[in-house]
């Protein structure tokens, strides 16, 4: 019978070992999110755009990315860009490239289903003001979407959130890095692990209530 022992887990510990690896699972999840809802806002309109040099290789892009396990993509970025550019990459690095370019095929769906669940008498109507289709798209149809779409894509940040504890693979200090560490070195691996799938849940449970309620609230707006 496992004996579980939690008294160690003081402030300090999760000071000393925990700290770190929030801080970098939190700045992963925002730079990726930016960074692929910038990339997934070009590949979007890039596969909306009709012409076929661009709908091409952004659906090429998105398919691909799409069909591809995570934890593979970390691995390819990790091991084979040092070699491809010569210079080495730190893990840290190597993650927010990763998830910033992975989760961009995500977040390219999610806007173009934005996108499109504009009316389309939004954009004649931006064409009748004498608005090019950049135009029209910067200031009438993406602020319409991008509040239409904000619950899934805060969603899809809560996914984002709970992938950075992939980056183990390549040996990044994450979230569950830093509890892993502190297991080993009290020899309480059960107990750490079990703290932080507790801490995995808040985290990610208090998030999906916030959506719930900002997604009330754009409804009521609608």
């Not at 977040?107 to 135009?135: F, H, L, W």
Request: proline share 4%; with cysteine.
């Amino acid at each position: 019978m496992i004996n579980l022992d939690f008294s160690f887990l003081s402030w300090q510990v999760l000071s000393d070992f925990v700290a770190k690896g929030f801080i970098f699972s939190i700045e992963l999840t925002l730079v990726a999110m930016l960074g692929g809802i910038a990339l997934g806002t070009v590949l979007a309109l890039m596969r909306l755009s009709g012409k076929p040099w661009l709908v091409g290789p952004a659906s090429f892009y998105v398919n691909t990315l799409r069909s591809i396990p995570l934890v593979m993509v970390i691995l390819w970025v990790f091991l084979l860009l040092p070699l491809l550019t010569g210079e080495p990459m730190g893990a840290e690095l190597s993650a927010v490239i990763t998830f910033t370019v992975f989760e961009a095929a995500y977040y390219s769906e999610i806007m173009r289903a934005g996108i499109q669940s504009v009316a389309k008498g939004q954009t004649y109507a931006g064409y009748a003001m004498g608005m090019t289709y950049r135009q029209t798209m910067q200031l009438v149809v993406l602020p319409q979407a991008f509040r239409n779409m904000l619950p899934v894509l805060l969603t899809q940040t809560i996914v984002l959130f709970q992938d950075t504890s992939l980056v183990y693979a390549i040996g990044a200090y994450d979230l569950l890095k830093g509890f892993e560490v502190a297991g080993k070195n009290f020899n309480r691996p059960v107990e750490t692990y079990l703290v932080a799938a507790v801490v995995y849940f808040v985290i990610c449970f208090s998030l999906s209530m916030l959506v719930r309620q900002l997604q009330k609230k754009i409804a009521i707006v609608r």
